[in-house]
DNA sequence: GTTTGTGAACAGTTTCACAGCT
DNA sequence: AGCTGTGAAACTGTTCACAAAC
């Protein structure tokens, strides 16, 4: 999924779909790890392969960026790269401040992916005075008194959340109000920002649950449905409804997954 | 988002959009919320502002369940609940283990939201020795020899991936061979699966460079963007010349390859 | 009066299949 | 011959707007 509230009313009349967008990055670890192998060019084919889609789907996907292809032999692999990072604004560095350093931002902040491509730590922030000055990842953790300034100070206009779901709001404000234009998300919560300001989620127990309903569903075919219905407060059973309504708390039965 | 699902055409003639699956998580956290402050009822207007989405989009989602509302008053909070947990598959206990004990995994495993619904880790796994019997949130690591078994004998049918990349096929190829059919996948790569195997995947750099494309766009359109363009790594040459050979957003230049 | 549920219109995305370039 | 680039078709997802139900 993706940005939160506030996203441009896909005025795209001239910009990269939105679809597209999201798999420019997946082509480029491809094109990148191809590259280390000094692989010169490579097919649609190829290239679609590496990166788990089709490649239909991946030659449209580059027709969006231009004809950076040649009929009959494929795409250069160290050009390609170079226009995707040019595309996704990776020529640039990106200072980038994590907030909340539990577990989770130590993780991020230990991420080695991070700092590869274009995108730099400027500082790790957390609330608790205990973790001020402690080095992680070879950062000394900043108190959060200091957000304000560390932001401005290094032109940071990407912010990465990874505190507790109840301060996420919080600290999302101060660091829009800061000059944050990009917020990615860890903690469970929907945040709502200005129009302007991007938010990207991650979360975990969100991807967990739509698992499990596949799960269930692969399970299910032939298992049944557990335990009973709680009758409903406002409303009556209409389990009974031979025609039209389609739909109803009992099993779906469809006809998915043909072995 | 992205399911590196298996093609599968699609064969949900009966079933729910994934989209709508996809949001299910969302209305159940806005919907727990409502129930932990006793709300009794809630209209699609109310709960679509807690989870940030639309009304229409949420009035239709609901439409795919069943007809679970009252016109004129709402929907009942507790048996909207209950319905959602029962479609995604949460009325039963999932077992799940987490490969991968590092900074992330132990992050992952001192996840709260993890048991708080469903979800119940069964075991922690990593391949390094040294781990083997440490307590990370409560359980002792296991050492990797025993992922067989401790799936079998859980009946684990979720695994999570939290290795570093290198490893994450040979981890996949394992959980798949032992039982596993449903991946959450955080290591950055593309993994392969037979059919009737779904991954998600988490992926950190991807949700950065997507942050980082919108952000070099807002940069771009209007005026403003106070400086903080630092320096360029490696451009090429040609960066002043345009995007590229087609109609690109300015000027048309015949393709280069460079040499 | 209020709010749901939903057909119909619209928008975005993927796939097909082939013309056109190398 | 081989492979890209792309219209057109097919599909999926979102929004509109209003009749039906309370």
């Known amino acids: 999924m993706a940005t939160g509230r506030t996203h441009r009313p896909a005025t795209r009349s001239r910009g990269i779909p939105e679809a597209t967008v999201a798999r420019l990055p997946l082509y480029l670890r491809a094109l990148t790890a191809l590259s280390e192998r000094s692989v010169p060019t490579v097919s649609s084919e190829e290239l679609a392969a590496a990166a788990g889609v089709n490649s239909a789907k991946l030659r449209k996907d580059f027709s969006y960026l231009g004809s950076y292809g040649t009929r009959g032999v494929g795409y250069d692999v160290e050009y390609l790269v170079y226009q995707i990072s040019r595309e996704l604004g990776l020529t640039q560095d990106w200072p980038v401040v994590i907030v909340g ?4 931002g130590a993780a991020l902040a ?3 992916g991070f700092a590869s491509r274009g995108f730099r730590v400027a500082a790790l922030i957390d609330a608790d005075p205990a973790m001020a000055g402690k080095p992680v990842a070879g950062l000394p953790v900043r108190h959060t008194d200091e957000l ?22 919080q600290v999302c404000d101060r660091l829009v109000a800061a000059g944050v234009t990009s917020i990615l998300n860890f903690a469970p919560t929907v945040l709502s920002v200005p129009e302007g300001v991007d938010v990207r989620k991650v979360d975990l127990s969100i991807e967990l649950q739509i698992l499990a309903f596949h799960e269930q569903r692969k399970a299910g075919e032939e298992t049944t449905q557990p335990a009973a219905t ?17 739909k109803g708390p009992d099993g779906d039965v469809p006809a998915v997954m043909p072995a």
Chains 1, 2 share one sequence.
Do not use: C, F
Not at 101 to 104: D, P, Q, V
């Open 110 to 112: 230990n991420y080695g």
């Open 148 to 169: 304000e300034s560390i932001i401005t100070d290094n032109g940071v206009s990407i912010g990465v959340i990874a505190t507790p779901a109840g301060a996420a709001q």
């Open 230 to 246: 709680p009758s409903r407060p406002g409303a009556h059973a209409r389990a009974a409804a031979g025609a039209g309504s389609r």
């Open 101 to 104: 350093i539990g577990n989770l």
